[in-house]
């Protein structure tokens, strides 16, 4: 019987859904559930297209983001509420990790965001298994505000181009790409997008206000789905380069495509020069010539690669910047386009303002009169295949990985543990550690990116009743519904409502107001919150130096603080309690003085601790004892120790004796251990203050009864 239960105990501790899965016998748990988990779906299912989006991925990457993920997660974490699956925060950080690796959108990109799921999800399951949990507290809560409140305003920004229906090259930096996106938006903002993003963004407003229990994005979503259907919204075509009549463009699209064949071209050269420089390495060493021959070809290539993008990225700008006017020839003929300023009087042309938007890998151009919409989504669910490992990307991903993993757990915890308050029920941090990574893990086998716990979406949960993890199974597999049968209804999809989503969902992040907070609660603590917001605002697109910056900053302000501790010379107040002599100008005894430490004792702050004792010692010229108060020391380490014995040695050399008082247990197990007690005698150290103080007084004698306000004798003849 014992060996049953202890087998029972183990499997619901590996498979947490086993706890909650007999509970859905009951038809109300059972019909709650089915109905929370629709209502998820339907904030999902456009919330993820928006958030791919977002993450530099076709807008049907976040639908296969939220197919296995939010299942895998319910099934193996351990909160019932918990919605797993594609968030903001995750999906920014995705695209500025992958964003100089490879273009947003291109097949060597989502290669590269499916194998980063892949790696966050394993380094999670490590942590999970090692009960490693704890690590996430490295990220101090100061960081995260800063932090979250920067990238809130980078993600709500990044849609700008969206909404005015614009299109930019990126800058170096992330201001440089919004000020581009500011400047365009004064001259070419597309109207017609424009006024769906604000139409998106008065439904949404409009029904929150009204009655916020209906679905306002999937409502925002529907409207102006049917009304792009209807005015033809979407206005694409693929031409080849002769139907543009301007015999200039014609020819810098021809250089543009020249150069990207020999842009293949060197990638070719530098694969060989790269092997080349393997085998010297290997066969020769890297003290012959033939070493350095062969590595300065590498680099040479690498840097005429580097060139020849640059000029490409140049000409593309250039050419992107081109507006042009369609003209109908009729007949068999195709249209031909003039640039815009160039078209011949009296001829009319279609009425739309046409631009470059892609490159096509047959040399044609991709051309767009109208605005963006989704377009054409795979249906069908996405398949079960290994991601393809790139060791040398592996590693440039590694930071990011591990920074995503921690930011997004925390993410997940910080949700589950707010509403395990509400629900009182039991939330196992390393267990959900385990049932995030597996969601990452199970999700890229099935070609999902980087995923974690969402705010909204969870609250839209527990809001509609979630009783068990059995919702997101339902949400799951809503989602797959949609993925077989319904994805030709999301084709017209403007890209404009999905960004109007993506900013409505992240103006909630933004809490300025916090920061004022934190700094009056600990103005170290708001000087960290505000650096990490400047330098991730800063340094964005590479937001994980914004967050691994501001951690470093916590923790060095955090070592600055403790390695200068509160350390008082304690004095006798009027009740008899032993307080800070200077902060109440207390009278002291010039035979004895008595020192407390407020803070653990190890090697950042031995030093300063023995500086003050020898200091205050000195003032004293008939001082024959120092009582240390060690209540306020949590924890020694070797240096602490080893100092206190240098410092017991110094006095007694100038015949001080030093007492000990009022030690933790567990810092006097440490200096047991490590023999200190024995070396300097039990009988010097006291369980209380008083106790330590009678024993002083009977060694000084009744000469010094009158003389020193510590003395417990003369204390209880004055009260």
């Not at 009743?465 to 989602?479: D, M, N, Q, R």
Request: charged share 20%.
């Amino acid at each position: 019987m014992a060996d049953r239960n202890l087998t029972i105990l183990w499997a619901r501790r590996l498979f947490p859904a086993l706890n909650w899965f007999g509970e859905l016998k009951d038809q109300r748990v059972l019909r709650t559930d089915i109905l929370a988990g629709l209502t998820v779906a339907l904030v999902l299912i456009p919330q993820s297209m928006a958030y791919a989006q977002l993450a530099g991925l076709p807008a049907y990457y976040g639908l296969y983001a939220s197919f296995m993920p939010p299942m895998i997660a319910a099934l193996f974490g351990s909160s019932r509420q918990l919605q797993t699956g594609p968030v903001a925060i995750v999906s920014i950080m995705t695209a500025a990790a992958l964003e100089p690796l490879a273009t947003a959108g291109s097949a060597s990109f989502v290669a590269y965001a499916i194998m980063l799921a892949l790696m966050v999800g394993l380094f999670e399951l490590a942590l999970g298994v090692l009960r490693l949990g704890a690590l996430v507290n490295f990220l101090a809560h100061p960081v995260i505000i800063g932090f979250t409140n920067a990238a809130a305003i980078i993600i709500a920004t990044s849609q700008l181009s969206k909404i005015f229906g614009v299109f930019v090259e990126k800058g170096d930096y992330y201001f440089e790409t919004i000020w581009n996106v500011v400047s365009a938006a004064f001259t070419d903002t597309h109207w017609p997008t424009l006024a769906i993003a604000v139409l998106a963004f008065v439904i949404m407003i409009g029904i929150r206000r009204l009655n916020p229990r209906l679905p306002n994005v999937l409502i925002a979503v529907a409207v102006t789905t049917l009304i792009a259907n209807y005015i033809e919204f979407e206005r694409v075509e693929t031409i080849p380069p002769e139907q543009i009549v301007n015999t200039t463009v014609r020819t810098l699209v021809a250089e543009q495509l020249t150069a990207r064949e020999q842009l293949a071209t060197i990638d070719q050269a530098i694969a060989s020069a790269n092997n080349r420089f393997i085998d010297v390495a290997k066969t020769l060493g890297k003290d012959d010539p033939k070493y350095l021959d062969a590595r300065h070809q590498l680099d040479s290539l690498r840097l005429h690669k580097e060139r020849r993008q640059k000029t490409i990225k140049l000409d593309q700008a250039e050419i992107k910047d081109l507006r042009f006017r369609r003209v109908t020839q009729g007949g068999d003929f195709p249209p031909r386009f003039y640039l815009s300023g160039e078209l011949p009087a009296g001829v009319p042309d279609d009425g739309h303002v046409w631009r470059v938007i892609k490159f096509t890998d047959d040399g044609a151009l991709e051309v767009s009169g109208g605005g963006a919409v989704v377009g054409r989504i795979p249906r069908g669910l996405p398949a079960l295949q290994a991601p393809t490992i790139d060791l040398g990307v592996l590693a440039q991903l590694l930071p990011a990985a591990i920074t995503i993993a921690l930011l997004g757990f925390m993410e997940a915890i910080s949700i589950a543990k707010a509403m395990a308050t509400r629900t009182k029920q039991r939330v196992d941090a390393n267990q959900e550690l385990i049932g995030q990574g597996l969601g990452n893990i199970v999700g890229g086998l099935f070609q999902s990116y980087p995923v974690s716990g969402s705010f909204s979406r969870s609250a839209v949960n527990i809001g509609a009743g979630a009783l068990t993890g059995f919702s997101s199974v339902v949400t799951s597999l809503i989602v797959v519904i949609v993925l077989l049968w319904l994805t030709p209804l999301l084709y017209h999809l403007p890209q404009a409502t999905l960004a109007a989503v993506i900013m409505m969902a992240v103006f909630g992040l933004i809490n300025l107001k916090i920061f004022k907070h934190i700094w009056k609660t600990q103005r170290s603590d708001g000087i960290v919150a505000v650096l990490t917001f400047i330098l991730t605002l800063t340094l964005a697109p590479h937001l994980d130096y914004g967050i691994l910056m501001g951690a470093a900053l916590a923790l060095g302000l955090y070592l600055l603080r403790t390695m200068h501790p509160r350390v008082v010379v304690l004095g006798r107040f009027w009740d008899g309690t032993l307080r800070d002599a200077e902060l109440y100008t207390l009278e002291t005894c010039p035979n004895i003085t008595m020192i407390r430490f407020d803070g653990s004792l190890y090697f950042a702050n031995t030093s300063y601790f023995e500086d003050k004792i020898l200091e205050r010692s000195s003032q004293k010229p008939d001082l024959k004892y120092v009582i240390v108060d060690g209540e306020g020391i949590n924890a020694i380490d070797a240096s602490g120790e080893e100092m206190l014995a240098s410092m017991v040695e110094r006095l007694q050399g100038i015949g001080v004796q030093v007492i000990f008082t009022q030690f933790k247990r567990q810092a006097y197990d440490v200096l047991k251990r490590s023999g200190f007690i024995d070396k300097v005698g039990e009988e010097n150290f006291f369980r209380h203050v008083d106790h330590a103080l009678r024993h002083v007084w009977q060694e000084l004698g009744d000469d010094h009864v009158d003389g020193c306000a510590l003395n417990p004798l003369r204390q209880a003849a004055e009260a």
